[in-house]
Protein backbone atom coordinates (compact mmCIF):
# COMPACT_ATOMS: atom_id res chain seq x y z
CA UNK A 1 0.00 0.00 0.00
CA UNK A 2 0.59 3.77 -0.87
CA UNK A 3 -0.10 6.69 1.40
CA UNK A 4 0.88 9.81 0.91
CA UNK A 5 0.14 12.91 3.36
CA UNK A 6 1.00 16.42 3.09
CA UNK A 7 1.09 19.20 5.17
CA UNK A 8 2.76 22.93 5.58
CA UNK A 9 -0.15 24.52 3.63
CA UNK A 10 -1.86 27.82 4.94
CA UNK A 11 -2.05 31.59 3.82
CA UNK A 12 0.70 33.69 3.54
CA UNK A 13 1.81 37.23 2.33
CA UNK A 14 3.43 38.15 -1.03
CA UNK A 15 7.34 37.89 -0.99
CA UNK A 16 6.49 35.09 2.46
CA UNK A 17 7.65 31.75 2.65
CA UNK A 18 6.21 28.00 2.96
CA UNK A 19 7.59 24.47 3.55
CA UNK A 20 5.69 21.96 2.45
CA UNK A 21 6.44 18.62 3.39
CA UNK A 22 4.69 15.17 2.30
CA UNK A 23 5.41 12.01 3.98
CA UNK A 24 5.15 8.23 2.52
CA UNK A 25 4.14 5.36 3.62
CA UNK A 26 4.98 2.18 1.62
CA UNK A 27 3.90 -1.29 1.93
CA UNK A 28 5.36 -3.72 -1.21
CA UNK A 29 6.78 -0.92 -3.28
CA UNK A 30 9.97 1.19 -4.15
CA UNK A 31 9.85 4.59 -4.21
CA UNK A 32 11.44 6.25 -7.20
CA UNK A 33 10.65 9.69 -8.25
CA UNK A 34 9.20 12.49 -6.24
CA UNK A 35 7.58 15.33 -7.20
CA UNK A 36 5.39 18.58 -5.76
CA UNK A 37 2.72 19.46 -8.30
CA UNK A 38 0.25 22.28 -8.48
CA UNK A 39 -3.72 23.10 -9.70
CA UNK A 40 -4.71 26.48 -9.83
CA UNK A 41 -8.27 27.24 -10.37
CA UNK A 42 -9.48 27.07 -13.53
CA UNK A 43 -6.06 25.20 -14.61
CA UNK A 44 -4.55 22.18 -15.29
CA UNK A 45 -2.43 20.76 -12.79
CA UNK A 46 1.36 21.32 -13.35
CA UNK A 47 4.65 20.36 -12.22
CA UNK A 48 6.23 22.25 -9.44
CA UNK A 49 9.41 19.88 -9.30
CA UNK A 50 10.82 17.10 -9.35
CA UNK A 51 13.54 14.77 -7.41
CA UNK A 52 15.19 11.24 -7.78
CA UNK A 53 16.68 8.66 -5.53
CA UNK A 54 20.06 10.16 -6.30
CA UNK A 55 18.48 14.05 -5.29
CA UNK A 56 18.79 15.40 -9.36
CA UNK A 57 16.23 17.80 -9.12
CA UNK A 58 14.36 19.41 -12.20
CA UNK A 59 11.47 22.78 -11.54
CA UNK A 60 9.26 24.88 -13.45
CA UNK A 61 11.09 27.92 -15.06
CA UNK A 62 8.29 29.74 -12.89
CA UNK A 63 9.92 28.53 -9.28
CA UNK A 64 13.70 28.25 -10.43
CA UNK A 65 15.84 30.53 -7.85
CA UNK A 66 12.40 30.45 -5.39
CA UNK A 67 11.51 26.85 -5.03
CA UNK A 68 14.12 23.79 -3.40
CA UNK A 69 12.80 20.29 -2.97
CA UNK A 70 14.83 17.57 -1.12
CA UNK A 71 14.01 14.01 0.28
CA UNK A 72 15.06 11.78 3.00
CA UNK A 73 14.87 8.61 1.28
CA UNK A 74 15.12 6.49 4.72
CA UNK A 75 11.93 8.60 6.36
CA UNK A 76 10.57 8.44 2.79
CA UNK A 77 9.20 12.01 2.95
CA UNK A 78 9.72 14.86 0.57
CA UNK A 79 10.01 18.73 1.26
CA UNK A 80 9.42 21.69 -0.79
CA UNK A 81 10.97 24.99 0.49
CA UNK A 82 8.76 27.72 -0.82
CA UNK A 83 10.62 31.13 -0.90
CA UNK A 84 9.65 34.70 -2.21
CA UNK A 85 6.32 33.41 -2.88
CA UNK A 86 3.73 35.13 -5.08
CA UNK A 87 -0.20 35.18 -5.60
CA UNK A 88 -0.04 33.16 -8.91
CA UNK A 89 1.67 30.68 -6.77
CA UNK A 90 -1.54 30.43 -5.33
CA UNK A 91 -2.82 26.61 -5.59
CA UNK A 92 -3.64 23.52 -4.52
CA UNK A 93 -0.35 21.63 -4.46
CA UNK A 94 0.02 17.61 -4.51
CA UNK A 95 2.63 15.44 -3.67
CA UNK A 96 3.52 12.87 -6.52
CA UNK A 97 5.15 9.54 -5.93
CA UNK A 98 6.44 7.09 -8.71
CA UNK A 99 6.55 3.43 -7.02
CA UNK A 100 7.38 0.34 -8.21
CA UNK A 101 5.38 -2.50 -7.04
CA UNK A 102 8.13 -5.09 -5.84
CA UNK A 103 6.04 -8.19 -6.78
CA UNK A 104 4.90 -7.50 -10.25
CA UNK A 105 7.82 -4.65 -10.99
CA UNK A 106 5.39 -2.42 -12.13
CA UNK A 107 5.59 1.57 -11.78
CA UNK A 108 2.68 3.53 -10.62
CA UNK A 109 1.70 6.94 -9.23
CA UNK A 110 0.51 7.98 -6.34
CA UNK A 111 -1.15 11.13 -5.85
CA UNK A 112 -1.51 12.67 -1.99
CA UNK A 113 -4.76 14.46 -1.04
CA UNK A 114 -3.70 18.07 -1.56
CA UNK A 115 -2.38 20.91 0.25
CA UNK A 116 -3.70 24.79 -0.13
CA UNK A 117 -1.17 27.15 -0.85
CA UNK A 118 -2.68 30.57 -0.76
CA UNK A 119 -0.29 34.11 -1.43
CA UNK A 120 -1.99 37.38 -0.84
CA UNK A 121 -1.34 40.15 -2.96
Known amino acids: QVHLVESGGGLVQAGGSLRLSCAAS????????MGWYRQAPGKQRELVAT???????NYADSVKGRFTISRDNAKNTVDLQMNSLKPEDTAVYYCNAKVIKVVLGREYDYWGQGTQVTVSS
Open 26 to 33: ITGFRINH
Open 51 to 57: ITTSDST
